[in-house]
């Protein structure tokens, strides 16, 4: 469980990304958007996540639940919205994590790096990897995304 989600968003350059493994397979659904309450399977188990209102930084609160509950919940999903799917990838750089999604299904083509920090004035290191900046970009919430079907 987290409090407070600071979190800045880039786009990729898959062409430059490392030899990346095989990541973890996740497909999430959105109940509600105000607020956002997500649904997710990430590879062997479930999450709910409710999120507040914000883009470089906003609350969140998430729980773990079973797998085969979270399944059942994409059932509720709020209607005329897709199931998001992506691989995520965990790479170190500089000190600092990254997750690197590769979105498939309706979103292939997409791939985004996020980066959680301490604050918001927090510097750090970009692979060279990473291209534009999108975290102001209320588009490439995976909310956004999963409403549209597309960018």
């Not at 407070?4 to 659904?29: W, Y």
């Amino acid at each position: 469980m987290k409090g407070v989600e600071i979190e800045r968003k880039f786009l990729v350059d898959a062409a430059k990304l490392p030899a990346l493994g095989r990541g973890t397979l996740i497909r999430q659904c959105y109940l509600s958007f105000e607020p956002v309450v997500r649904v997710r399977i990430a590879g062997d188990e479930g999450f709910l996540t409710i999120k507040g209102k914000g883009l470089l930084s906003r609350t969140e609160v998430e729980t773990k639940i079973p797998a085969e509950k979270a399944a059942l919940l994409f059932d509720l999903r709020a209607a005329g919205t897709i199931v998001v799917e992506k691989t995520r990838h965990e790479l170190d750089f500089a000190g600092k994590r990254w997750e690197v999604d590769i979105f498939s299904g309706r979103l292939a083509g997409l791939t985004v790096a996020e980066i959680e920090l301490d604050s918001e004035e927090e510097s750090f290191g970009k692979p060279g990897w990473v291209l534009d900046e999108v975290t102001l970009d209320p588009r490439y919430q995976n909310a956004n995304l999963a409403q549209k079907g597309s960018l």
